[in-house]
């Protein structure tokens, strides 16, 4: 009965979503299930990631939209049964309970215990361990998928995810950055002169590609994340990007300027043959596969500023796709949703206002998605429910917006400017 | 449980009426009899280590592999100069100091105004003096951008605006093929501050000759 309940959920949450994300929505927090989150005092780590632990767990699920969080302060061991009234007093439905442990074997262990206050049961009892401990926040948010998992909510499994991002340190100078989504972990990856727009090679996340300046001619780059093997597949004249992949990880879309123009092109990395697909005498880039990899939406100024416009691969004609904005100069595609960056503002002489706007291709209705500041570079997730994206104002910001759930959230970057970002 | 997952699908579901949903024809059974709830053993019977995601980022760990710098510069030891808001390129031809002013450009533009096409000129007739003592001379064209924009879209831009450089040095006899173009989008600023002669500057074209 509780499966067909839940399938007859997911229909409806499919379809309304499916029939027009771009409308707002309104959210009833009261709906939603609270939880406390509680590590026992039995067992001490030290130092900050006891409690940064418990901070991006409660952050993690804040973000999924499926839980509120509850602040009850508890001191408990991890073996001892949990004070149900205490809980039910305190309107609290679930009571996650962490145990952490240093294992000279195994480094950080992590066990869980997650209660459901309502049937007074023990519904959930795990353990999680890292052979490092800087990798803990990857802990944190597989923890927080098993408790999203169990009361079956709409999948936030993008969480442990890695993020790969690129910024700025110095003049010509910038590093590539292998990090969780809250930024919290962080590995450098490329170092060393201007290294930029690293992008995915495949769903696997065991490589990627990024454009290198360490050549006269900026050049088209992979590397494996875990041996660091470099290939130079490709360089050209003038720029070098590479926007998107192909959902089967062969074919790559670039922008190359071999003939001084910056065009869209595809190349296939099995037979080496790059294939033109843009042909103007003006700025083509940010080409991205849509619609089974078949035709490809990219940026250019054909109408003497940028905006938004789709071309079929192999076909001669250019589909308009953006009719809201003036300068629409970066967009990502899932299914038939576009999201872009639009500047509103034309100021030469101070600060320009950078927003997102999601549409549907079947509909005229525009929904904006952020408000104030330089919110730029958008990255739909492979479910298509939330977007990365970058906030550059008094400083870097790593942001995601949760559509239908019509929440954001922004996680500030340390040091440097972020570049671009991918995940 | 039952009641969390009653409560949380409700309000999902509430989510989705808000979001225009016809769900009249849909019907919401009342579970709460028929789920059983894991006994206590059990849920501890099936404890287990998750698979560890992050111990397979340990291969990165100690594996940062450093680019070198770009070579062609370090070799011809080239030095950006800076002077009242004109920047310019000074560089080293075996002994042979050569300045070349940088060309600039307006907001979100990349063509030359009259100004700047003078500027253009005096680097070609430095440039051209130049190549009468060193055959194979090679000419790079850096486009570089303001900070407004950091996307795909703005290192075009700076391309473009080398393009056009490179369009006016072959206008006035330079061989295409001795010019080398990139663009650093707004990599390479000369001025950081958050002002309008900042940005100025930073919207440029830099002439840098290679031996």
Known sequence: MIKKYLLIFFIVYTSVFALDATMEIVKSKSTLPTISVVISSDVKIGGEIDKNLVSLIQKDLQVSGHFNNSEISIDTDYDIQPEYNTFEENAIDLYLLLQLKNDNEKGLIVNIKLYDINTKTLVLSKSYSTSSFVRYPFLAHKISIDINNYLKAPSIDWMDKFIIFSRYLDSKTSEIVVSDYTLTYQKVVVKGGLNIFPKWANKQQDSFYYTSYKDIRPSLIKQNLYTSKREKLLSSDGMMVCSDVSSDGKKLVLTMAPNDQPDIYVYDTQTKIKTRITIYNGIDVGGSFVENDTKIVFVSDRLKYPNIFSKKIGAKGIERLIYHGKNNSQCTTFKDYIVYSSRETDNEFGSNVFNLYLISTYSDYVRRLTTTGRNQFPKFSSNGESILFIKNDDKSYLGIIRINYNKSFLFPLKSGKLQSIDW | ?211
């Open chain 2, 1 to 211: 449980m039952n009641s969390i997952l009653k409560n949380t699908v409700l309000g999902m579901c509430a989510i989705g009426l808000l979001a225009g949903c016809a769900s009249k024809d849909v019907e919401y059974e009342d579970t709460t009899a028929s789920k059983k709830v894991e006994p206590v053993k059990k849920a501890e019977a099936a404890t287990e280590t998750a698979d560890d995601k992050a111990a397979s980022v340990a291969g990165t760990d100690e594996q940062s592999v450093s680019d070198s710098t770009d070579t062609t510069e370090t070799n011809t030891a080239l030095v950006a100069v800076t002077n009242e808001g004109v920047n310019s390129v000074q560089s080293d031809i075996d002994g042979k100091v050569v300045l070349l002013e940088s060309v600039h450009f307006s907001f979100d533009k990349y063509n030359l105004t009259d100004e700047m096409r003078e500027v253009a000129t005096v680097n070609y007739n430095k440039i051209d003096e130049t190549k009468q003592s060193y055959d194979g001379l090679k000419i790079k064209l850096e486009g570089n951008c303001d900070e407004w924009g950091t996307d795909e879209y703005n290192y075009a831009l700076g391309l473009k605006r080398a393009k056009t450089t490179k369009d006016a040095l072959v206008a006035d006899g330079i061989e295409a093929n001795s010019i080398v173009m990139v663009s650093f989008g707004e990599s390479n600023p000369v001025c950081t501050q958050k002002n309008t002669a900042c940005w100025k500057m930073n919207r440029r074209v830099d002439y840098r000759l290679l031996p």
